[in-house]
């Protein structure tokens, strides 16, 4: 089973991207987010032709999340993160899918920092580290994946010295990251390669691209039954090469069954 994250940033405006990836790597199951579209402008039958069901909770220009599968309709079980009933942002979304529950998400920027801003992505944390230890109680197979916004190491950003007080790299941002990794959840990435450098989004500006100045924030967090099941992972890093992309590249795993 191959399951892909992206963030595609902006799904209408990426569509031709998107339909022409989905047909050239056929992932199983796939998590977007940045669909940047209202719920009901969402592509649905594009998507359909394309041999996909999916599920996605949607908000007019920012956030918005989906989880898409070449199989049976994704069970969705929610399209919030629990722990703030006055948070409207649409950034999370959860299903099941053939014995498996995948959580799709899309954490917060929160820039500039310190502020309002990474004040909320902290909260934002909290209440994942809450949701998270929730899952693993739980004892089924789960995985979040998607846009953490967060580079956990140095080795996940190219010259790390200029990030130092970015929110994507602050102490506090990595911190909460290695609380969910010391619950229990795998990162799929390092599990397999864990000293290679490897990055996920390269910034349209300054040829970051061309010059392999990119950071590795879209990432796959396994519960502990799906570790021993985790058989490949990688970045499809040439569909940021092509015309009008996003600035992230589809990030994926492939588990045994």
């Known amino acids: 089973m191959k399951i892909a994250t992206y963030n595609v940033n902006g799904v209408n405006a990426r569509l031709p991207v998107l339909l ?58 929610r399209r919030t993160l629990p722990g703030d009933p006055e948070d409207v942002h649409s ?17 917060p920027n929160g820039n500039p920092a ?3 801003k990474f004040d ?28 953490f916004n967060v580079m956990p190491t140095e080795l996940d950003v190219y010259k790390p010295e200029s990030w130092v007080d970015d929110a994507l790299f602050r102490p506090e941002t990595r911190a909460a990251f290695a609380k969910l990794t010391a619950q229990g ?16 989004f390269w910034d349209y500006f300054r040829n970051a691209f061309g010059r392999n100045a990119g950071l590795r924030i ?11 099941r985790l058989a490949g992972a990688g970045v499809d890093k040439q569909v940021r090469g092509w015309e009008k992309t996003s600035d992230h590249a589809p990030v994926w795993i492939e588990l045994k069954d």
Do not use: M
């Open 185 to 200: 959840w795998a990162d799929a990435i390092r599990t397999l390669y864990p000293n290679e450098k490897i990055y996920t």
């Open 120 to 147: 909320y992505k902290l909260r934002w944390f909290d209440r994942l580290h809450a949701h998270a230890e929730s899952l693993l109680a739980a004892g089924k197979p789960a995985l979040l994946a998607g846009d």
């Open 20 to 77: 022409r990836w989905l047909e050239e790597t056929a992932p199983d199951i796939v998590c977007l987010q940045e669909l940047k579209a209202p719920q009901e402008k969402f592509p649905e039958q594009a998507i359909l032709d394309a041999g996909y069901k999916a599920i996605w909770h949607g908000q007019k220009s920012w956030n918005g999340v989906a989880i898409l599968s070449r199989g049976e309709l994704p069970h969705e079980i």
């Open 91 to 107: 950034r999370y979304i959860e299903a099941e899918i053939g014995g498996l529950t995948i959580g799709g998400l899309y954490l």
């Open 114 to 116: 310190p502020g309002p």
């Open 218 to 228: 879209d990432h796959f967090l396994l519960s502990p039954q799906l570790v021993s």
